[in-house]
């Protein structure tokens, strides 16, 4: 597979946004209050102090059940999909021999997921939020294969 270029590894505005944000409070492992901060048009503090009355604590990770549980305080249906349904749409051969999604395909694949929807992906210990075919993380052109994926919609 060809290697993946390092301008798609540019992090959007909003990713550094809230970076900036992380770092001014001195907080680490924040991955989840940074997907559901893009995911529901929310500000970093308050993703953070919601996940804090679910049970995180500063510098820790995040359950998915707590993220799930501030998303549906926010106002937002959680609804879990599966992969085959996105690499199917994949164009060519890739709909044969791809198996699995990772953190590249919105970019890749952008006819695919610039579908207008907003999507949590999780990795091995980490959360990311991809809004319309944009991946708003420092994963953003590395291929960590997602493991699920969630829609996030109002």
Known sequence: MA???KESRVMTSEFM???SKAQQVLENNDCAVRAIAIACDVDYDKARHMLAAEGRK?????YRAQTKRVI???GYTVTERF?????SKYPGRHAQVLRNV?????????EVWADGKTYLF???RHVLAVKNGVN???TKGRAKRVIDIWEISK
């Open 3 to 5: 290697s993946i270029r």
């Open 17 to 19: 946004a809230l970076q």
């Open 58 to 62: 500063p510098g820790r990770g995040t």
């Open 72 to 74: 549906q305080a926010l």
């Open 83 to 87: 992969v085959s349904p996105f690499i």
């Open 102 to 110: 990772t953190t590249h395909h919105p970019e890749r694949f952008n």
């Open 122 to 124: 999780f990795c091995a």
């Open 136 to 138: 708003h993380d420092w």
